[in-house]
């Protein structure tokens, strides 16, 4: 997802979880953001500190976590990490847009299978919120 | 804890006013090609209409429409291009031609990015092409696109009369709105299926014949919207805005 959608989305989705848990305001979010989607850290953090102003948020810090994107073959078993500089600049420009897009382009390294699953790593997860009530 | 993406889809598609998602139990019966002539029918009227194409592993709609010289340009998310007037996506634009072997669960996941990115903005229509079946597509499009209106298509068969009855029961049970059923490639009279249709409490929208000139005019808009089968969908897309937007 592209870097300012996702901080739309992050900021929308606090805000909710901050009324239904009746919080005043947010203090601290913590966020795991997957390799597979090669967010640009720098971008998110810029955009959700723009986004947060007059919320709920205003006050939050936000901690982001990077997770190495784990892919596993479901034909052979085998394990592999995801790494950019291993495909093209337009592949890894799609798969930052859709992460699905990789069963497109990527195979298995031992036996060719594009029927993998991404055990870890693929897109942005909120992994807590914390604030005041 | 949560997935930021989903609070995010219902505020993408606030300003969209109608979804019309075109679907049936059964593959091949014209979805693609209704759902497209349907876009361009409503977008002529004056309407502003946005097509989206979630056949993921099979997406045809670019190449009905000929779309693929344009793409989605990146500003705080995704804008589609616009395709005949219509704003059009599809995940041709990233897979660019490639087979893309999806699971149920990263079908899932494609659908859930793509409706989160894409910025649909004022739209009076957003006719979603589905794939064929009741599967992951139509219970996501329920679970992530509430105001989700389905338009079922059938054959004059009996075989795809009974997939789309299965669907149509499945909507009905779970209270989701059907404007209706269109029967398409009609060959020769008979009244089975409008009084299969009738029969279930649901609105038989009409019928489109077999046309034979419709393989010839795939990719070439102007030649699509000449057919006999354009004419019967713009019929249909008049009584569909009356419909919906009656509502
Ligand atoms: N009324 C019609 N007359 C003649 N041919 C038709 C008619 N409607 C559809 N077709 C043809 O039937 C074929 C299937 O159409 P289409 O791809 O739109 O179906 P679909 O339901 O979207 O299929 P899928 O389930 O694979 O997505 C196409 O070749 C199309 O040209
Ligand atoms: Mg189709
Ligand atoms: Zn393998």
């Known amino acids: 997802m592209h870097e300012w ?56 810090e936000f901690i982001i976590e990077t997770e190495k994107a784990e892919l596993r073959c479901r034909v052979c078993g085998h394990k592999w990490f995801f790494r950019r500089n291993e495909v093209d600049e337009d592949v890894a420009e799609a798969i930052h847009f859709v992460p699905e897009i990789a069963h497109a382009y990527i195979r298995c390294p031992r036996c060719g299978s594009p029927d993998f699953e991404v055990v870890r790593g693929r897109g942005v997860w909120l992994e807590s919120v914390e604030g005041v009530k | 804890m949560a997935d930021p993406r989903v609070s995010v889809i219902e505020d993408r598609l606030k300003k969209v006013n109608k979804v019309l998602s075109v679907s049936s139990g059964k593959g091949g019966v014209g979805k693609s090609l209704i759902a497209s002539t349907l876009s361009l029918a409503l977008a002529d009227k004056g309407y502003e209409v946005g097509l989206f194409d979630i056949d993921f592993t099979n997406p045809s709609t670019h190449i009905i429409l000929n779309a693929e010289s344009v793409s989605p340009t990146e500003e705080n998310g995704v804008i589609p291009p616009r395709v005949r007037g219509l704003k059009y996506m599809s995940i041709i634009y990233y897979s660019s031609g490639h087979v893309s072997p999806l699971r149920g669960v990263d079908v899932s996941n494609a659908l859930i990015e793509l409706l989160a990115i894409t910025r649909w903005g004022e739209t009076d229509f957003l006719v979603i092409d589905m794939p064929p079946g009741i599967g992951d597509a139509v219970l996501d499009m329920i679970r992530l696109v509430k105001k989700a209106n389905f338009l079922v298509v059938t054959t004059p068969s009996k075989l795809a009369f009974e997939t789309v009855r ?19 490639m009609k060959m020769r009279e008979s009244p089975f299926i409008q009084e299969q249709v009738e029969k279930m409490g649901l609105r038989f929208l009409g019928e489109i014949p ?7 005019a795939i990719g070439d808009v102007n030649k699509l919207l000449k057919t006999m089968f354009a004419q019967k969908v713009k019929e249909l897309a008049e009584k569909i805005a009356l419909q919906t937007l009656g509502d």
């Open chain 1, 5 to 60: 959608a996702l901080a739309e989305a992050v900021v929308s989705t606090v805000s909710q979880i901050a009324i239904r848990e009746g919080l005043r305001r947010v203090t601290e979010v913590r966020l795991k953001v997957g390799e597979l989607q090669q967010i640009e850290i720098e971008i998110l953090r810029f955009a959700l500190s723009e986004l947060k102003r007059s919320s709920l948020l205003e006050e939050a």
């Open chain 2, 166 to 184: 299965k669907l149509a029961s499945l909507l009905l049970e779970m209270r989701i709105p059907i404007i209706g059923v269109i029967e398409n």
């Open chain 2, 210 to 216: 077999f046309d034979y000139s419709l393989e010839e």
